[in-house]
């Protein structure tokens, strides 16, 4: 009997020590856990702000590049449709020539995924390779769609905006070495960013970037791209104004729309200047 209460006493003992260092080895994994997602989180909320400090002045120069480009090609361009007519026709036709032999061989030879609209390659990138754009398309794009626009050309600035602001997020996650879930955030940071910042529209290029480019409204994608997203419009506000059509207004109008012959128009058609 001794010899048992004995070994029940010691056995009582190891158990209550095994029971007290698992207690603490718990408490440490759990603090580990949080003190990492606690880091995860200042990490991805610090780059959402970094985000959208890029993404805003990247949209700023973007339409200042589409500005320059358009007062080099167009300098005498009228404000109405009957100004717009009186331009000699070969002139309307031999200016959107000259910028498309220009973006060719650029985007041929410089980054051949900056072709096309721009959403669509995104998600490319987002789906098939984890959300890594090559650093150059920022610049590609930025050329070849500001060349694109300003010389006439039928196309628009939403597509170039957001793989533009895709593209820098991605850079910025290559520069990290982050993961790919990371990767993708960045990657709709930047395209959210590049939205709202063009068209003064957080919501809509928070939403944008979310359901079309991620395709993902979980907690974690969601906050750093709201982040982004409003921040690049404070800085497009700060420099542009709550309207970013507040420096005036320019005709709407490409060159196939031009040469309608319309004479009983009499009224301009006006867009924001870029």
């Known amino acids: 009997?001794?010899?048992s209460g004995v070994m029940k006493q010691i056995t009582l003992k190891v158990f209550h020590l095994w029971q007290g260092y698992s207690r603490a080895l718990l408490r440490w994994m759990y603090a580990g856990t949080y003190r990492m997602r606690?880091?995860?989180?200042l990490f991805m909320m610090g780059a959402a702000v970094l985000m959208g400090l890029l993404g805003g002045f990247g949209a700023i120069g973007f339409r200042w590049?589409?500005?320059?480009?358009?007062?080099m090609s167009h300098p005498d361009w009228g404000r109405t449709l009957e100004s717009i007519m009186a331009i000699p026709w070969y002139y309307k036709i031999l200016i959107p020539a000259i910028g498309g032999a220009i973006v060719g061989p650029l985007v041929y030879f410089g980054a051949r995924e900056a072709k096309g609209h721009g959403v669509p390659e995104v998600m490319e990138s987002v789906a098939l390779r984890g959300g890594r754009i090559r650093?150059?398309?920022v610049l590609v794009k930025s050329l070849a769609s500001a060349i694109s626009i300003g010389t006439g050309m039928s196309?628009?600035?939403?597509?170039?905006?957001?793989?533009i602001g895709a593209a820098i997020g991605s850079t910025l996650g290559q520069v990290f070495k982050v993961n790919v879930r990371r990767m993708r955030t960045l990657v709709g940071c930047g395209a959210a960013a590049g939205i709202a910042a063009t068209f003064n529209a957080p919501i809509a290029g928070a939403l944008f970037s979310?359901?079309?480019i991620l395709g993902d409204f979980a907690v974690a994608q969601f906050s750093p791209i709201v982040i982004a997203s409003v921040i690049a419009?404070?800085?497009s506000r700060?420099?542009?104004?709550?309207?970013p059509r507040k420096n005036g207004w320019q005709p709407l109008c490409s060159i196939w729309t031009a040469t309608r012959k319309r004479r009983s128009l009499r009224f301009p058609i006006y867009r924001s200047r870029p």
């Open 135 to 137: 650093p150059r398309v």
């Open 65 to 71: 590049l589409i500005g320059f480009v358009q007062d």
């Open 38 to 41: 606690t880091a995860e989180n």
């Open 1 to 3: 009997m001794g010899g």
């Open 210 to 212: 979310l359901e079309i």
């Open 238 to 243: 700060s420099y542009l104004g709550d309207v």
């Open 155 to 163: 196309v628009g600035r939403e597509g170039p905006i957001a793989q």
């Open 233 to 235: 419009t404070v800085i």
